[in-house]
């Protein structure tokens, strides 16, 4: 206990001068009344109301209008022949500037009287480009072509499908008399077939074939609703008011801002469902106070209704009073939107003036009381409190430097400060024991780790020195474990400096995994580039060790990816934080196949894959593992993309070739190809091991029937 000469109850200090300013407070307030002047209330609402719905209308038109606009544009060229609606090449080049322009507008359909149709699709969610789709039920029947494009709109990938899509029966398609006065037409709220997303759209028929009748086209703009519902859930006309936009059907276009939409997963699922069903009490009552308004029952439609727009109606909704209105914005001859907006009582008085100067005029004298008596209870209580629980935001971080404790004449925060130096302590030696990340997200949970575990995709590195055995032998005990402890420390530096999670520590080999606990979408790239810079690095200790006397500790590491089973694994009394599985497997055999090929670095093909546009490779061999029977391709990372000098490269293409060479039987050629690189690259292990292989099967003979070119590890 720190040596404070009087040491006082934190209950006893607070609740007595609390008292005392809750008197004050008290005694102050109860002097003013505050008086709700109905009608300062209602026009204070009409305003907010009326400035959130004609902003709401703006934004909306802003969002939609563009569509409508181009579409009368469009229908202007495919009547002027400046379009050939019928020729994919053509449609894409012409919609394709319109779509960047309008990044509300998700996509273009077409389709004409005989369900001919093509749609461009923008690609969002699959990292951009376009999609295209086409039907030609004359032609090809059901059989639908699909292409896949880059953003410049350049092919990348064409397939066909059988599908049941016929564009004269979506609902922007216009039949024959709706479509005479050349208009724009909306469509009510819909799934998209292609993307399943809600959405409008927006759509138009143009003559085609000289402009005689003798024959159309329909264009339509696709506007996703979550778009709509990005505008409204930003706006708000008071702190905790909303605005909404609705169907006439009454489904949700445009939700309001409430935390249960938070995510785009709870805004996809609430859109298109009845206003009345999304969970908002102020929006379901309201609702139903407006139909009772506008003479309509529960099950009519809104556009039925009788709309007086503009005026604002007050109703009672979770026992407090709110003040709405509703406004109609047609969107063509049939069909509209409704803007709806709410504004709860409370916050119409916390923004009224009058009421504000009366508290103030009412507490200003024991607000300056308080004031004073919080200075003083601020030296006693907040500084002291404010040291712990940064102290403690530090702990929960795993930040465990030691720290000085506050000083404070409070009990309770000694008997704290005391409890967390312990906690402190105990965190410090617990970290050293556990991924730091695993122990740091139990802190954060506040609750004991459980045996479970998931399978998910992960990047594994095994590190392992070579011929530890024989340098263990030649060194005394205290001195091997220095020069061990000292390597460990340069191996944990890089790899929890790059994300990785150290599993485990099995002699003298590092099993690291990336993935896991914390979500890693790259975790090969960073696997695969942490290896790398352990290699480097360790070249550079090594000299360091050399220039004192002590063995080069020369290491192997190989890396794997794959779905891996990793959690919480032993017995309810003790666990351990690992991965477990083939993926593990791998990765281990990986590392030990080094020695075989005179390499550093081996990494399976998923890895390859996986970073193969961040990092230069080489293709070692085509091997059965021990105890596998699958058969892999082995490569060997190189260094970063770009990075890699030119020599390096030409070798692992020279032998990537003899490799090849020797794959196909031609074992003569693949040795002169291997010579050829011997002479300028003495030193490379694979170029050895491959020449020696081969020389050794032209020693024996004819190759047998059988013979595949994996080589197999027992």
């Known amino acids: ?68 606009r181009s579409l009368s544009v469009i229908r202007e060229w495919i009547g002027a022949g400046e379009l050939d609606t019928g020729d994919v090449e053509d449609f894409v080049r012409f ?73 004269r029966e979506r609902p922007w398609f216009l039949p024959r008399g709706a479509d005479s006065g050349g208009e724009v037409r909306w469509t009510d709220p819909y799934l998209f077939f292609s993307t399943h997303e809600p959405g409008l759209t927006a759509s138009i028929a143009a003559p085609v074939g000289g402009g005689d009748g003798a024959g159309r086209v ?115 001859i049939d069909t509209a939107l409704i803007i709806g907006v709410g504004i709860p009582e409370r916050d119409l008085f916390s923004d009224a003036d009058r009421q504000r100067v009366a508290l103030l005029l009412a507490t200003v004298a024991a607000v300056g009381l308080a004031v004073a008596m919080a200075l003083i209870l601020s030296r006693g209580y ?41 906690t402190r302590a105990a965190l410090e030696s617990f970290k050293r024991y556990m991924p730091v990340d695993v122990v740091r997200e139990l802190v954060r949970r506040g609750t004991a780790a459980r045996i479970g575990g998931e399978v998910q995709p992960l990047s594994i590195l095994f590190s392992d020195i070579r011929n530890f055995t024989t340098i263990a032998e030649s060194m005394e005990p205290e001195a091997l474990t220095a020069h061990v402890a000292d390597y ?81 694994v032993g017995s309810p009394r003790r666990l351990s934080y690992t991965v477990l599985g083939d993926t593990a497997n791998v990765a281990s055999r990986l590392q030990d196949v080094n020695r075989h090929y005179g390499t550093e670095i081996l990494a399976s093909e998923p890895v390859r894959d996986a970073t193969a546009g961040e990092v230069a490779y080489r293709r070692v061999d085509v091997a059965a593992l021990r105890g596998k029977h699958s058969i892999v391709t082995l490569y060997e990372p190189l260094g970063l993309a770009g990075a890699v000098p030119a020599e390096r490269l030409e070798l692992a293409r020279g032998y990537e070739a003899a490799l090849d060479l020797y794959r196909a039987k031609s074992l003569g050629a693949a040795v002169e190809s291997l010579l050829a690189l011997e002479a300028r690259f003495a030193e490379d292990g694979p170029t050895k091991w491959l020449r020696k292989k081969c020389e050794a099967l032209l020693a024996d003979g004819a190759l047998p029937d059988d013979w595949d070119g994996v080589t197999r590890f027992g």
Not at 21 to 41: D, H, K, P, Q
Not at 306 to 313: A, E, M, N, S
Not at 391 to 405: A, F, H, N, Y
Request: with cysteine; proline share 6%.
């Open 1 to 68: 206990m720190l040596p404070f000469t009087r040491v006082v109850s934190i209950r006893w200090s607070l609740l007595r001068n609390l008292l005392l300013l809750i008197v004050l407070l008290s005694g102050s307030l109860l002097v003013t009344t505050i008086l709700g002047a109905r009608e300062v209330v209602r026009e204070l609402a009409s305003t907010l109301i009326d400035r959130t719905e004609r902003v709401t209308e703006s934004e909306l038109n802003r969002f939609l209008v563009p569509a409508a």
């Open 382 to 422: 907040s500084r002291p409190l404010k040291t712990l629980v940064r102290q403690s935001e530090r702990l929960r971080e795993l930040d465990t430097d030691p720290i000085e404790p506050p000083h404070s004449r409070l009990r309770e925060v000694v008997k704290l400060s005391e409890a967390q130096e312990l």
């Open 488 to 568: 460990f420390d340069t191996m944990v530096e890089i790899l929890s400096a790059n994300g990785g999670t150290i599993d485990k520590f099995i002699g003298d080999a590092v099993v690291t995994f990336w993935g896991a606990p914390s979500p890693d979408p790259v975790h090969s790239f960073h696997a695969v580039r942490t290896a790398l810079l352990c290699r480097d690095r360790i070249v550079e200790r090594n000299a360091e060790w050399k220039a004192r006397g002590l063995p080069l500790l020369h290491t192997r590491f190989g890396v794997a990816t794959g779905r891996t089973l990793v959690g919480n």
């Open 218 to 332: 329909v264009i339509a703009l696709d506007v996703r609703l979550e778009d709509v519902s990005a505008l409204t859930t930003e706006l708000s006309p008071s702190t905790h008011g909303i605005a909404f936009v609705l169907s006439e059907r009454g489904e949700a276009v445009g939700l309001p801002r409430d935390p249960s939409f938070a995510t785009p997963e709870a805004r996809r699922e609430a859109i298109l469902k009845l206003g009345s069903e999304l969970g908002v009490p102020s929006m379901r009552d309201g609702a139903l106070e407006w139909r009772r308004r506008a003479g309509l029952g529960p099950d009519d439609p809104i556009g039925a209704g009788r709309f007086d727009q503009g005026t604002v109606f007050d109703f009672e909704s979770g026992g407090e009073n709110h003040w709405a209105a509703v406004r109609l914005l047609p969107l063509d």
């Open 95 to 167: 919609f394709q500037p319109l779509l960047r322009q309008f990044r509300q507008v998700t996509s273009v359909n077409s389709g004409d009287d005989a369900g001919n149709g093509i749609l461009l699709l923008r690609l969002v969610a699959e990292g951009g480009g376009w999609r295209t789709r086409e039907v030609r039920p004359a032609e090809w029947g059901r059989r639908t072509r699909y292409t896949t494009r880059s953003d410049e709109g350049k092919m990348l990938e064409e397939w066909w499908e059988e599908t049941d899509y016929d564009p």
